[in-house]
């Protein structure tokens, strides 16, 4: 991919006005990961998700319908992704 395109995609991402990294963020995913016993790319969505103050997360990797803390799960191709 030419590097203009991969920038150019970059820029149409942070329209989603993700949220910054903060090092509580990063404390909590190691918590999750040790804890949870989930791998460290799901502890940090799923640490990202509660600092943002999601009540579910969709996830096709994530057993549905498990509660994380105060997260629930959903997976969309075993449940719908509206509220349960």
């Known amino acids: 991919m030419p590097v203009e395109d991969a920038r150019a995609d970059i820029r149409d991402l942070m329209t989603w006005k993700p ?3 903060t090092p509580g963020i990063f404390e909590q995913a190691w918590h999750l990961e040790d804890c ?3 791998s460290w790319w799901d ?3 799923l640490a ?3 600092q943002s103050g999601c ?3 969709i996830s096709q990797d994530l ?3 498990q509660t994380i803390q105060d997260l629930t ?3 969309p191709f075993t449940q719908g992704v509206h509220e349960p």
């Open 73 to 75: 799960i959903l997976n």
């Open 63 to 65: 057993q549905g319908g």
């Open 43 to 45: 502890a940090l969505i």
């Open 19 to 21: 949220i910054e990294l």
């Open 48 to 50: 990202a998700a509660r």
């Open 36 to 38: 949870v016993r989930v």
């Open 55 to 57: 009540n579910y997360l």
